[in-house]
Protein backbone atom coordinates (compact mmCIF):
# COMPACT_ATOMS: atom_id res chain seq x y z
CA UNK A 1 0.00 0.00 0.00
CA UNK A 2 1.34 3.18 -0.79
CA UNK A 3 2.30 5.64 1.77
CA UNK A 4 1.50 9.86 2.14
CA UNK A 5 3.29 11.54 -1.02
CA UNK A 6 4.68 14.28 -1.30
CA UNK A 7 5.34 16.79 -4.46
CA UNK A 8 7.59 18.40 -4.70
CA UNK A 9 10.51 17.04 -2.85
CA UNK A 10 12.27 19.97 -3.23
CA UNK A 11 11.26 23.92 -4.17
CA UNK A 12 13.44 27.33 -4.48
CA UNK A 13 11.63 30.68 -3.87
CA UNK A 14 12.44 34.37 -3.64
CA UNK A 15 11.29 36.35 -1.54
CA UNK A 16 7.51 37.56 -2.30
CA UNK A 17 6.85 34.54 -4.28
CA UNK A 18 4.19 31.80 -3.66
CA UNK A 19 4.90 28.28 -3.15
CA UNK A 20 2.52 25.54 -3.61
CA UNK A 21 2.85 22.12 -1.90
CA UNK A 22 0.84 19.33 -2.63
CA UNK A 23 -0.01 16.01 -1.03
CA UNK A 24 -1.82 12.55 -1.17
CA UNK A 25 -2.92 10.96 1.54
CA UNK A 26 -2.96 7.18 2.12
CA UNK A 27 -5.62 5.16 0.17
CA UNK A 28 -8.91 5.15 2.45
CA UNK A 29 -7.99 8.46 4.54
CA UNK A 30 -9.78 11.38 4.97
CA UNK A 31 -7.77 13.45 7.26
CA UNK A 32 -4.67 15.59 6.06
CA UNK A 33 -2.39 17.63 8.76
CA UNK A 34 0.64 19.81 7.89
CA UNK A 35 3.82 20.56 9.78
CA UNK A 36 6.87 22.94 9.34
CA UNK A 37 9.96 21.55 10.81
CA UNK A 38 12.11 25.17 10.07
CA UNK A 39 16.21 24.15 10.72
CA UNK A 40 16.91 23.79 14.59
CA UNK A 41 13.32 23.72 15.82
CA UNK A 42 10.77 20.67 16.07
CA UNK A 43 7.57 19.96 14.17
CA UNK A 44 5.21 22.64 13.97
CA UNK A 45 1.61 22.05 13.22
CA UNK A 46 0.21 24.38 10.97
CA UNK A 47 -3.42 23.23 9.62
CA UNK A 48 -5.71 19.90 9.60
CA UNK A 49 -8.19 19.39 6.90
CA UNK A 50 -11.09 16.87 6.92
CA UNK A 51 -13.51 16.10 4.10
CA UNK A 52 -12.60 19.85 2.56
CA UNK A 53 -12.59 21.59 5.54
CA UNK A 54 -10.50 23.48 7.65
CA UNK A 55 -10.61 21.74 11.17
CA UNK A 56 -7.57 23.11 13.50
CA UNK A 57 -5.12 25.79 12.67
CA UNK A 58 -1.88 26.55 14.52
CA UNK A 59 -0.38 29.76 15.36
CA UNK A 60 0.86 31.00 11.91
CA UNK A 61 -0.01 33.84 9.77
CA UNK A 62 -3.08 33.67 7.46
CA UNK A 63 -0.35 34.12 4.31
CA UNK A 64 -0.09 30.43 5.40
CA UNK A 65 -3.32 28.46 3.71
CA UNK A 66 -4.11 25.54 2.16
CA UNK A 67 -7.01 23.36 0.59
CA UNK A 68 -8.25 19.72 0.83
CA UNK A 69 -9.60 18.23 -3.05
CA UNK A 70 -12.72 15.67 -3.20
CA UNK A 71 -10.19 13.30 -3.37
CA UNK A 72 -8.60 14.06 -0.24
CA UNK A 73 -5.67 15.21 -1.63
CA UNK A 74 -4.28 18.45 -0.10
CA UNK A 75 -2.38 21.64 -1.10
CA UNK A 76 -0.21 23.83 1.32
CA UNK A 77 0.11 27.63 -0.11
CA UNK A 78 2.67 30.00 1.32
CA UNK A 79 2.51 33.51 -0.22
CA UNK A 80 4.62 36.37 0.20
CA UNK A 81 7.31 34.01 0.99
CA UNK A 82 9.88 35.15 3.41
CA UNK A 83 13.58 33.75 4.38
CA UNK A 84 12.07 32.16 7.70
CA UNK A 85 9.71 30.40 5.72
CA UNK A 86 12.59 27.70 4.55
CA UNK A 87 11.97 24.56 6.40
CA UNK A 88 10.79 21.13 5.53
CA UNK A 89 7.04 20.95 5.13
CA UNK A 90 5.66 17.58 6.05
CA UNK A 91 2.12 15.79 5.20
CA UNK A 92 0.56 13.35 7.21
CA UNK A 93 -2.95 11.45 6.86
CA UNK A 94 -4.90 9.58 9.13
CA UNK A 95 -8.31 7.75 8.93
CA UNK A 96 -11.17 9.02 10.38
CA UNK A 97 -12.34 13.05 11.44
CA UNK A 98 -11.73 13.31 14.90
CA UNK A 99 -8.11 14.11 14.76
CA UNK A 100 -7.28 11.40 17.62
CA UNK A 101 -6.07 8.74 14.87
CA UNK A 102 -2.27 7.91 14.39
CA UNK A 103 -0.90 10.68 11.91
CA UNK A 104 1.35 8.91 8.94
CA UNK A 105 3.86 11.13 7.84
CA UNK A 106 5.10 11.61 4.54
CA UNK A 107 8.59 12.27 3.01
CA UNK A 108 8.21 16.15 3.22
CA UNK A 109 8.91 19.19 0.67
CA UNK A 110 12.28 21.24 1.39
CA UNK A 111 11.61 24.52 0.14
CA UNK A 112 14.37 27.12 0.17
CA UNK A 113 13.32 30.94 0.37
CA UNK A 114 16.02 33.02 -1.14
CA UNK B 1 6.52 27.74 25.30
CA UNK B 2 7.70 24.21 24.62
CA UNK B 3 5.09 22.43 25.87
CA UNK B 4 6.80 18.98 25.05
CA UNK B 5 10.48 18.50 25.94
CA UNK B 6 12.96 16.09 24.95
CA UNK B 7 15.95 17.27 26.99
CA UNK B 8 18.67 14.77 25.91
CA UNK B 9 19.85 16.02 22.23
CA UNK B 10 21.90 12.87 21.46
CA UNK B 11 21.97 8.89 23.14
CA UNK B 12 24.69 6.64 22.68
CA UNK B 13 23.75 3.08 22.79
CA UNK B 14 25.51 -0.20 22.24
CA UNK B 15 23.60 -3.05 20.25
CA UNK B 16 22.12 -5.70 22.50
CA UNK B 17 21.43 -3.10 25.41
CA UNK B 18 18.61 -0.89 26.02
CA UNK B 19 18.17 2.17 25.07
CA UNK B 20 16.04 4.75 27.10
CA UNK B 21 14.48 7.79 25.53
CA UNK B 22 12.89 10.28 27.65
CA UNK B 23 10.35 12.84 27.50
CA UNK B 24 8.61 15.51 29.69
CA UNK B 25 5.70 17.65 28.94
CA UNK B 26 3.69 20.23 30.91
CA UNK B 27 0.16 20.38 29.55
CA UNK B 28 -1.71 18.81 31.69
CA UNK B 29 -4.47 18.18 29.09
CA UNK B 30 -2.07 16.62 27.26
CA UNK B 31 -4.27 12.83 26.95
CA UNK B 32 -2.44 10.92 23.92
CA UNK B 33 0.91 10.73 22.90
CA UNK B 34 3.27 9.20 20.61
CA UNK B 35 6.64 8.08 19.86
CA UNK B 36 7.87 8.52 16.05
CA UNK B 37 11.40 7.87 14.05
CA UNK B 38 12.87 9.99 11.75
CA UNK B 39 15.52 8.51 9.02
CA UNK B 40 17.52 11.26 7.64
CA UNK B 41 15.82 12.53 3.83
CA UNK B 42 12.25 10.73 5.20
CA UNK B 43 9.19 11.67 7.30
CA UNK B 44 8.70 10.55 10.37
CA UNK B 45 7.17 6.90 10.93
CA UNK B 46 5.23 6.06 13.94
CA UNK B 47 6.89 3.55 16.13
CA UNK B 48 3.90 3.30 19.63
CA UNK B 49 1.03 4.95 20.94
CA UNK B 50 -0.22 5.59 24.47
CA UNK B 51 -3.67 6.52 25.79
CA UNK B 52 -3.67 8.67 29.37
CA UNK B 53 -5.79 5.94 30.75
CA UNK B 54 -2.96 3.37 30.68
CA UNK B 55 0.95 3.69 32.56
CA UNK B 56 2.64 1.14 29.69
CA UNK B 57 2.45 0.27 26.12
CA UNK B 58 4.05 -2.35 24.57
CA UNK B 59 4.49 -3.80 20.89
CA UNK B 60 7.62 -5.73 20.53
CA UNK B 61 10.86 -4.57 21.38
CA UNK B 62 9.28 -1.01 21.95
CA UNK B 63 7.63 -0.24 25.50
CA UNK B 64 6.23 3.46 26.20
CA UNK B 65 6.05 4.13 30.13
CA UNK B 66 3.80 7.11 31.23
CA UNK B 67 4.26 8.54 34.58
CA UNK B 68 0.89 11.45 34.61
CA UNK B 69 2.02 12.87 38.33
CA UNK B 70 5.38 13.42 36.91
CA UNK B 71 4.29 14.68 33.73
CA UNK B 72 7.04 12.18 31.61
CA UNK B 73 7.11 9.62 29.29
CA UNK B 74 9.99 7.26 28.31
CA UNK B 75 10.33 4.71 25.28
CA UNK B 76 12.34 1.43 25.87
CA UNK B 77 13.89 -0.31 23.10
CA UNK B 78 15.13 -3.60 23.75
CA UNK B 79 17.66 -5.17 22.68
CA UNK B 80 18.76 -2.37 20.70
CA UNK B 81 20.07 -2.58 16.91
CA UNK B 82 21.91 -0.71 14.65
CA UNK B 83 18.90 -0.62 12.14
CA UNK B 84 17.31 1.62 14.77
CA UNK B 85 19.91 4.93 14.94
CA UNK B 86 17.56 7.63 13.74
CA UNK B 87 15.48 10.93 15.42
CA UNK B 88 13.16 9.83 18.11
CA UNK B 89 10.51 12.16 18.51
CA UNK B 90 7.91 12.16 20.94
CA UNK B 91 4.80 14.04 20.08
CA UNK B 92 1.25 14.72 22.11
CA UNK B 93 -1.95 15.87 22.05
CA UNK B 94 -4.72 17.62 23.77
CA UNK B 95 -8.72 17.38 23.49
CA UNK B 96 -10.30 20.19 21.96
CA UNK B 97 -7.01 20.62 20.13
CA UNK B 98 -7.29 17.38 18.34
CA UNK B 99 -5.39 17.21 15.02
CA UNK B 100 -2.40 19.17 16.56
CA UNK B 101 0.48 17.14 17.28
CA UNK B 102 3.13 18.64 19.91
CA UNK B 103 6.10 17.42 19.06
CA UNK B 104 9.87 17.42 21.26
CA UNK B 105 12.61 18.66 19.67
CA UNK B 106 13.75 14.98 18.59
CA UNK B 107 17.14 12.84 20.41
CA UNK B 108 19.45 11.20 18.58
CA UNK B 109 19.85 7.64 18.97
CA UNK B 110 23.19 5.80 17.67
CA UNK B 111 23.21 2.42 18.05
CA UNK B 112 27.09 1.09 17.65
CA UNK B 113 27.32 -2.17 16.72
Known amino acids: EAGVTQSPTHLIKTRGQQATLRCSPI?????VYWYQQALGLGLQFLLWYDEGEERNRGNFPPRFSGRQFPNYSSELNVNALELEDSALYLC?????????????FGPGTRLLVL | DQQVKQNSPSLSVQEGRISILNCDYT??????FLWYKKYPAEGPTFLISISSIKDKNEDGRFTVFLNKSAKHLSLHIVPSQPGDSAVYFCAASAPLNYGKLTFGQGTILTVHP
Open chain 2, 27 to 32: NSMFDY
Open chain 1, 92 to 104: ASSLGDRGLETQY
Open chain 1, 27 to 31: SGHTS
